[in-house]
């Protein structure tokens, strides 16, 4: 369990950092920019990967509120 919150905070983290990074594109060049954008998109897929659960209980608690 504790395993996957770290792997967690560190996708979280790099996806932190790497934003960063995509926003100063004068500094990181065009190469770069594209290659970090790439790994910013595989991170977003590993984000939701990671927190489907979080995701689907929210469409649940959607659908059990409006049943009532």
């Known amino acids: 369990m504790k395993s996957k919150i770290l792997y967690k905070a560190i996708v ?16 990181t ?5 594209k290659i970090m954008g790439r790994i910013f998109f595989l991170l977003i897929i590993l984000h939701i990967f990671f927190n489907r659960t979080f995701i ?3 469409f649940n608690f959607k659908k059990n509120k409006s049943e009532n």
């Open 12 to 27: 979280d983290i790099l996806m932190l950092v790497i934003l960063i990074f995509l926003m100063s594109h004068k500094i």
């Open 29 to 33: 060049g065009e190469k770069l920019h």
């Open 56 to 58: 689907k209980n929210i």
